[in-house]
């Protein structure tokens, strides 16, 4: 006789024995409903994606490793996937659920987006308003309070909620075992919430989702912009100034797989195996377990799909104005009006919302804005080769360098160090210490004259 649930997937092959027994079993039906033993095993093999994501939303929010994702009848079937992923790339995350572009405001650079966390932040903040109409770009500058660091989420409702079904999961298995003496219930959960909080507490789940280097405290500034592309209505500019993590990084999807990490899956996949085949023995009560897994798919779902805060995400934005989000009737006027506010973002957009011919004045109009974009970066390539005085009148130079150093505007004066290559020779023959002298650079509005 084979076991229960090889008996139920072979059922539409097996030979019928009796032809009286072809009709509707109305007693089955109800056996079925007093205890439905049956169906919990196949419900162990559904929902493997929805747990992924569930855990890809909460993973490092913490205390330390942990992350409320409930047990729920999917965590099997994702152990399997994850086996898979172990072998093969070694990724834990998801892949990202939009396509999208991040653009690199100061070169232009723009690639398509690998993280999950990216796309999540983008698609987060498409709400209803920004659907219709003409594009809107959002202006969004990362926080400089210390208490809000970049990669560590905020705790909010989804994270509790996690905690309290959980909780109320546990009380729900104690019930049969204090009624009937039937503890089985209680161990499949007790083990379930266990195995979850094991898998979803991998060290690589944080550290993958936050592959990306830290923005320069001293001097580090990076303007990138998030966006569908061609069509989109909605743009999402992310200025980091001295704070934060790198969104260009984290877009190129880093590789951050640990050798642990595939032991740990293997394991896991096993001790999986190992509750499936206790969930199969189990008899009667099984109303409790169906409504531990349930309360646990619920909350897995509501993990995998919500919208959550730039906070919850990990990133840590100050509050915006109104000033912050442009939009025009015209796409064409608020690219321009997106590049008066911050330079280089409307040039960096305009191939990928404009890829034909623009009219005359269009292009005179970007062409300006190019030239002063050059101008600026050679202007600032200036001021970061300058080196140290040593000549006489060295508090002089020391005050204009000071000066130009309070701003990047054009027609600032910075001041370059220079050595003289040609040493000079004395009467003697003997060479004599070359001295240093010092050029102004001086920045004009096409182009930069050294004197």
């Known amino acids: 006789m084979p076991p229960p649930l090889l008996r139920r997937l072979l059922s539409p092959v097996l030979p019928i024995r009796n032809a009286a027994n072809t ?96 796309a999540r932040l983008l698609r987060d903040h498409e709400v209803r308003k920004f659907k219709g109409g003409s594009l809107t770009i959002a202006f969004y500058h990362t926080s400089d309070d210390p208490a809000r660091r970049a990669g560590v989420p905020s705790r909010d409702w989804l994270y509790w909620s996690g905690v309290l079904v959980i909780v109320t999961q546990l009380a729900i298995a104690i019930i049969p075992g204090s009624l009937h003496g ?19 507490g991998l060290g690589q789940w944080r550290d993958e989702k936050y592959a990306a280097r830290p923005i320069d405290p001293d001097k580090g500034r990076e303007v990138v912009v998030l966006t569908r592309g061609n069509g989109s209505t909605f743009a999402m500019v992310v200025i980091s100034d001295r704070v934060g993590i790198r ?74 104005s109104k000033e912050d ?28 919302f404009f ?28 001021l970061m080769m300058r080196g140290a005085p040593k000549l006489e009148g060295k508090a002089v130079a020391i005050t204009q360098v000071q000066e130009a150093e309070k701003g990047h505007r054009r027609n600032d004066t910075a001041v370059t160090f ?20 010092f050029s102004t650079v001086v920045s004009e509005p096409d182009s930069v004259m050294m004197r």
Request: proline residues 6%; charged residues 20%; hydrophobic residues 45%.
């Open 23 to 118: 009709g509707p079993s109305f007693s089955a039906q109800a056996t079925s409903w007093k205890s439905p033993d049956d169906i919990l095993s196949i419900l162990m093999l559904i929902g493997g994606d929805i747990v992924q994501r569930a855990v890809a939303q909460l993973a490092g929010t913490g205390p330390g490793p942990f992350c409320p994702v409930a047990f729920s009848f999917g965590w099997l079937a994702y152990s399997v996937s994850a086996l898979t992923s172990a072998v093969g790339d070694g990724r834990l995350l998801p892949k990202p659920d939009i396509n999208m572009y991040v653009v690199n405001a100061k070169t232009g650079y723009t690639r398509d987006n690998a993280s999950w966390l990216v």
């Open 418 to 437: 220079v050595e003289d290559p040609s040493p000079r020779i004395s009467d003697q023959r003997s060479p004599v210490p070359r001295k240093d002298t």
């Open 325 to 352: 989000f442009i939009k025009e009737r015209k796409v064409m006027q608020t690219l321009m009006k997106a590049e008066e506010r911050e330079p280089g973002v409307g040039l960096s957009l305009l191939p990928l």
């Open 182 to 200: 039937n503890w089985i219930v209680l161990m499949v959960t007790a083990g379930g919430t266990l195995l979850a909080l094991v898998g979803s």
């Open 247 to 320: 969104v260009e990084d984290l877009a190129g999807g880093r590789d951050k797989r640990r050798t642990i990490t595939s032991v740990m899956t293997a394991t896991l996949f096993i001790l999986w195996l190992v509750l499936l085949l206790t969930v199969e023995g189990l008899e009667g009560d099984a109303w409790y377990l169906l409504a531990v897994g349930g309360l646990g798919m619920i909350q897995n779902v509501l993990a995998a799909g919500v919208t959550r805060s730039a906070d919850a995400l990990g990133f840590h934005f100050r509050e915006p």
């Open 355 to 382: 890829p034909g011919d623009l009219w005359p004045q269009e292009q005179e109009y970007w062409e300006v804005k190019r030239k002063e974009r050059n101008a600026a970066e050679l202007e600032r390539r200036a």
